[in-house]
């Protein structure tokens, strides 16, 4: 059986054995468990420490937050919630938002919302709750709407004599062509690569978070609203070209199968959000962050969003609608604002947000406002697991010195047809 066959089972199941549970006594043991792609660090401290605040109102609660590999976040999720001790509660990415909305697997979060005092329900963006709206019900609340951009290393750029992203871009002249310029004569002066694709994941799981970004700026995407594939148009092409010269004409990006780094000073630069500036802690250099190039199209600015969501097989389904409107109240949402973006406009516009990360400075901030006024969030479609599951094979042959991208790109669109609706 294949997996997409039984990750669908799998949803009807636990939609099947949905258990209705009465509001617990106030003094009753109630142990939540929310699962996170997130391990021990900085961040997951954080949420300890909003979970303790928690917890000193309400003793008779305890609060664990179980990480899961991201690479196998959703299909270890949709396992937990099938079997016997499924989690409370949890994160969900964006690209599988319309799945779980659809699967009824989820609870609505309005009514828990909207009774919260002082909740301030309307600072939420509205933008930013789309894909979790359905109707008149939320089942998903954005704690990070995060827009990706450029890490580089200002020490590289100084030594290859180069002008830095963010002069470039104070000319408007940053643009993907001035990345690839750059990484290639960093590549050929200090022999390290020029740039390392999002979490070193483009060539598994991780395709989207780099290669829609630049499709995005070329005009082109990975399909839209109507169901119709963009992959293989001109534009989109256009796009993967220039990231597959940078592997195999260049030699500046780091490649298939090779171990370099941004962190670990191997790379000179690297796509990625402000939840990972924490990994740079102790670099021996020099780091900046600078917004996405340019391209023919404009922006290449991508959102990449979590919400927390409650799931409906949850024996203590009260307990947990009201923790995660504690957890994402105005004042939690400035706390947890330094490594996920909120999506509250009065903490996005706040002196608060803009000192919030330690590690970054206000203008360095003002990067991830700018970011989430002109992104767009990352594909996602009712069919996400199957579309990823069916594509990721055929992407393969995307990394080869000689790949036909038109070909490939095509024989992807014409894969997908079916789950988009065409």
Not at 325 to 349: C, D, H, I, K, Y
Request: include cysteine; glycine fraction near 8%; aromatic fraction near 10%.
């Amino acid at each position: 059986m294949s997996k997409l066959k039984l990750l669908s089972i799998i949803l009807s199941i636990c939609l099947i054995s949905l258990v209705a549970f009465g509001a617990q006594a106030q003094d009753e043991p109630v142990s939540l468990r929310f699962t996170v792609w997130i391990g021990p660090g900085p961040a997951m401290d954080m949420l300890n420490g909003i979970a303790a605040d928690y917890i000193a109102e309400h003793p008779n609660v305890s609060i664990s937050f179980d990480t899961v590999t991201f690479s196998e976040y959703t299909s270890q999720l949709v396992l937990q919630l099938a079997g016997s001790n499924p989690p409370d509660g949890g994160w969900i990415l964006e690209n599988t938002a319309p799945q779980f909305v659809q699967s009824g697997v989820i609870t609505d979060l309005m009514p828990t919302l909207m009774a919260y005092p002082d909740y301030n329900f309307e600072d939420l963006e509205e933008s930013a709750l789309g894909l979790w709206l359905d109707g008149e019900a939320l089942y998903g609340l954005p704690f990070s709407t995060s827009p990706f951009l450029i890490i580089y290393n200002a020490d590289a750029f100084e030594a290859a004599g180069l002008e830095s992203p963010n002069e470039l871009a104070a000319r408007g002249e940053w643009t993907w062509e001035a990345l690839a310029a750059a990484a290639k004569a960093i590549k050929d002066s200090q022999g390290i690569y020029g740039f390392e694709n999002a979490d070193g994941t483009v060539y598994a799981e991780g395709f989207w978070s780099t290669m829609f970004p630049i499709m995005r700026a070329y005009g082109g995407g990975a399909w839209d609203a109507e169901g119709n594939c963009l992959m293989n148009s001109p534009e989109s092409v256009a796009g993967v070209q220039l990231y597959h010269d940078m592997v195999f004409v260049d030699g500046s990006a780091v490649p298939p199968g090779e171990a370099a780094t941004f962190a670990g000073g191997q790379a000179a630069m690297r796509i990625g959000q402000i939840s990972r500036v924490a990994q740079l802690d102790g670099a021996t250099f020099a780091w900046d962050l600078a917004p996405m190039p340019d391209g023919p199209a404009g922006s290449s600015s991508v959102i990449g969003q979590a919400a927390l969501a409650v799931f409906r097989n949850s024996p203590n389904q009260e307990v947990a609608l009201d923790f995660i409107a504690f957890l994402t109240n105005e004042a939690n949402s400035e706390t947890m604002s330094q490594f996920f973006p909120p999506a509250r406009s009065t903490v996005l516009g706040s002196d608060t947000f803009l000192n919030s990360n330690t590690r970054l400075t206000p203008e360095q901030m003002m990067l991830v406002v700018d970011g989430i006024a002109t992104g767009v969030v990352l594909p996602s479609s009712p069919n996400y697991s199957q579309i990823n599951l069916q594509t990721r094979a055929l992407f393969d042959e995307l990394w080869f010195p000689d790949a036909d991208i038109q070909g490939v790109m095509n024989g992807a669109c014409e894969m997908i047809a079916p789950l988009l609706g065409n």
